[in-house]
C-alpha cells in the first residue's frame, strides 16, 4: 500500500490538520509520501515521524493552492498510490472531491476511524449516527476529520527524502488575484486547546466582544454558533458546527449557546464541555459537564473577576 497525503499549509508551515492526517495514513501503511506545494515547509514536512518522502512542487500554479489547479496535480499523482488523504478542512474538502471525480474514483469524507485499508468509519446525520463504509475502489480518496486521529509527531532525527517534482498541468481558465487574511494573536479554531463560543444569548456585536477577555485571559481560541455569525456577532470562520469547523479541544466553553443538534456536531467530542445558559431546559445541558444556569452577563464579569484574582 503507497498513500499520499496532501498537506495543507500556508507560506512558512504546516497547518495541524496536515499532522493528524499523517497519523491516519500512517495506521494503513509505512509507505507514506506528503505532497506540499512550497520548498518553505518541506524541512517541517521531513521531520514528521511516518513520511517516506516528501514530494514538492515548486510551481507558481500550485503556490497558492487553488482547488482548481492543485486537484489535476492530485489526480494526476494519484494513479501510483492506493490511498489519496487530505484533512477534512476547506481546504482538503475543496480540492479531493475535484480529484476523485477526475480519476473518476468515488471518495470517502469526513473519516474518523480506519477499521482497515478499505473500511472506514464516518458520522452521518450531523453526528447522531456512525456509517461504516467499504469501498473496493482502486484508489481509496479519503478526507480526515482531526478530531478522529493524534496529531504525527515531530521527530529530529527523521529524515524523509525531499523529492522535487517537475510537474505542471496548466490551467488557463482562472488564477490567484489575491487573499485577505483575517490575523489573530488568538489560537487557530481547529488547534486550540481552549475555546470560548459565544451564540445568540449574547445579543449584540458589542457583547460579543466580551468574550474577548475571557479569551485571552485563557490563552483560547473564539467560536460562534451559526446564529451569532449570521446576526453579524462574530466572524464566519469562527462558526463550529455541521457547517462551520469540527472542534475537540480540551476545553470549550459554551456561553449564550441553546445546543441544536447542528452545533453539538461541531463540538460535542470536545473533553471537558462548560455550558452558561439562562435556560434549564437548554440542550447544551446534556452534553455538558459543567453547566451553569446563570444570566451569562453577570456570570462573565464574576468568572473574569475570579480569573484576574490569579
Ligand atoms: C442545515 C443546517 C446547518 C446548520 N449548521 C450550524 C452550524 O454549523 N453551527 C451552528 O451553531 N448552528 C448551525 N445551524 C443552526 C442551528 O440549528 C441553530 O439555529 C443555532 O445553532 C442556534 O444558535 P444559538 O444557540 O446561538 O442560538 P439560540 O438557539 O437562539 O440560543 C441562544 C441561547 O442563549 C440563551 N440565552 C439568552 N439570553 C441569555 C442570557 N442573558 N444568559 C444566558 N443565556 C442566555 C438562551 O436560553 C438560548 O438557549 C444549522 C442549521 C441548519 C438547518
Known amino acids: ?44 514536512a521531513a521531520k514528521i515521524s511516518g513520511i517516506k518522502h516528501v514530494l514538492v512542487v515548486d510551481e507558481k500554479n500550485y503556490a497558492h493552492q487553488l482547488a482548481e489547479n492543485v486537484a489535476p496535480l492530485v489526480s494526476e499523482l494519484a ?11 476547506t481546504f482538503g474538502k475543496n480540492i479531493l472531491p475535484r480529484a476523485a471525480a477526475l480519476t473518476d474514483m468515488a471518495m470517502i469524507s469526513d473519516v474518523i476511524k480506519i477499521i482497515s485499508p478499505d473500511t472506514f468509519l464516518r458520522p452521518i446525520y450531523a453526528g447522531n449516527a456512525l456509517a461504516t463504509v467499504q469501498s473496493h475502489e482502486a484508489i481509496q480518496f479519503l478526507t480526515v476529520r482531526s478530531t478522529g486521529f493524534a496529531a504525527a509527531t515531530q521527530n529530529q532525527s ?38 470560548v463560543a459565544g451564540g445568540r444569548g449574547l445579543k449584540s456585536l458589542e457583547n460579543f466582544k466580551l468574550l474577548e477577555k475571557l479569551a485571552d ?13 449570521d446576526a453579524g456577532f462574530a466572524p464566519n470562520d469562527y462558526q463550529v458546527g455541521q457547517t462551520g469547523k469540527v472542534v475537540a479541544p480540551d476545553l470549550y466553553i459554551a456561553i449564550g449557546i441553546s445546543g441544536a443538534i447542528q452545533h453539538l456536531a461541531g463540538m460535542k467530542d470536545s473533553k471537558v464541555i462548560v455550558a452558561i445558559n439562562n435556560d434549564p431546559d437548554a440542550p447544551i ?7 451553569l444556569v446563570a444570566d451569562l452577563f453577570t456570570s462573565l464579569q ?4 475570579e480569573l484576574d484574582k490569579r
Open 158 to 195: 527523521a529524515t524523509a527524502e525531499i523529492k522535487a517534482l517537475d510537474i505542471l498541468i496548466p490551467n488557463t481558465l482562472s488564477q490567484f488575484e489575491g487573499e485577505e487574511i483575517h490575523i489573530s494573536a488568538r489560537p487557530e479554531l481547529t488547534a486550540a486547546r481552549i475555546i
Open 302 to 305: 464574576e468568572l473574569q473577576l
Open 285 to 291: 445541558f446534556q452534553v455538558a459537564d459543567y453547566g
Open 1 to 44: 500500500m503507497t498513500i499520499l497525503v496532501i498537506a495543507e499549509h500556508d507560506q512558512n508551515a504546516l497547518k495541524r490538520a496536515t499532522y493528524h492526517t499523517v497519523t491516519a495514513a500512517a495506521s494503513m501503511s509505512s509507505d507514506v509520501d506528503l505532497l506540499v506545494f512550497n520548498p518553505q515547509v518541506s524541512t517541517e
Open 217 to 229: 485571559t485563557l490563552g483560547a481560541a473564539l467560536g460562534a454558533s451559526r446564529a451569532a455569525v
Open 79 to 89: 494513479k501510483q498510490y492506493t490511498h489519496v488523504l487530505a484533512p477534512a478542512t
